[in-house]
């Protein structure tokens, strides 16, 4: 569990590890710093809990996510906003997204997350069918993620963005390849893993994309898009033939999420 307070220009976070059977706490500790030292607390609380987990993290990798974060703390507020407002998946609550990440790139036109961020509203709209002019929005989370790219070509979900452009132009071995490089540098983004198995499939390499899909879901069995992750396996087994576990799959997806109708 996580619970941040903003305490005039400070920041707190109480940080939990809660174990998900019997709800036993197995650790907590609390941060506190300045509102314009958030990057660096970041990378404190990031080193902290690998500690703590007794999972080797290189301190070259936690000062990378450092440099790659806006120092700007008005610029990483309206990131947080955007995110929270981007999850509720309604066009307007979109729109309003992209507003925010337009805002935050007015603060530090080198954020390269707000650019991921544009970029990524713009695939929204054509993934749920919102956007009036695709090609418009193609070309503008384009030009968005290429700002992304330019300013820090190894940043999570960066490569993983260029990847759904591609695939959104129909480019599909480009897609994988970006997907790939996504996770060569951030093994840990689920949605890349799933994507990667999208595009296995669409090159008829469905057997290969079952065990890229089956990866996003361990990595993140309680993910926001796991009725997409469903949805894939459905997709994969299908293109094998595999009907019975197709239609498991299918049922699995509409269990997560009755009143999907994309």
Known sequence: GEVAQRLRDDVRVNLRVIETEGGAQRWAERFEGPRAGLAEMQADIVRRIAQTLEIRLLD??????????TLDPDAQ???MHRWALWEHRKPADNAKARELFVQALVEDPNFSLAWVG????HLSDLHAGWSDDRQGSLQEAERAMNRA????PRHRDVNAGRGYVLFFRGDIEPALAAFDEEIQTNPGNPLAHV???LML??????EEALRAIERGIVLSPGDVDLNVFYRSMAHAYFSLGRFDQATSWSQKAVGHTPTYAK
């Open 77 to 79: 507020d309206l990131l």
């Open 201 to 206: 499939i669409s090159l008829g390499r469905a």
């Open 60 to 69: 070259a990798e936690a000062d990378r996510s450092v440099r790659d974060r």
């Open 118 to 121: 544009v970029a990524n509203t």
């Open 149 to 152: 790219y330019a300013i820090r």
């Open 195 to 197: 994507w990667r198995g």
